[in-house]
């Protein structure tokens, strides 16, 4: 089993700044793409910010020039830096890691989601 744990969410006033980040660990063979989705009220869950094992990102056009995604391979984690905030970024923001573990079939590929953390901005 995988864990994700997710934190820095948090109410912040429009121009605002907030880093989210989003640990794994647990039986992990290795980690491939992980990225950010978020989900505002009456809305499908979107695509936030994705990154790869070999570091190419990408990111929705709503989020282009403002927000960051990196990750730190030693430590299973990946960031989101978001800069001047909006009240249209409100959404419960969930990491997404795909990853490969060892089951007693061999290597296979997982996907697992995080906890989500509330993002609000208001002022």
């Known amino acids: 089993q995988v864990q994700l744990v997710e934190s820095g969410g948090g109410l912040v006033q429009p121009g605002g700044s907030l880093r989210l980040s989003c640990a794994a660990s647990g039986s992990i063979f290795s980690i491939n793409r992980m990225g950010w989705y978020r989900q505002a009220p009456g809305k499908q869950r979107e695509l936030v910010a994705a990154i790869t094992s070999g570091g190419s990102t990408n990111y929705a056009d709503s989020v282009k020039g403002r927000f960051t995604i990196s990750r730190d391979n030693a430590k299973n984690t990946v960031y989101l830096q978001m800069n001047s905030l909006k009240v249209e970024d409100t959404a419960v923001y969930y990491c997404?890691?795909?990853?490969?573990?060892?089951?007693?079939?061999?290597?296979?590929?997982?996907?697992?989601w995080g906890q989500g953390t509330q993002v609000t901005v208001s002022s």
């Open positions: 997404n890691v795909d990853h490969t573990r060892a089951t007693m079939r061999g290597l296979q590929n997982f996907a697992s």
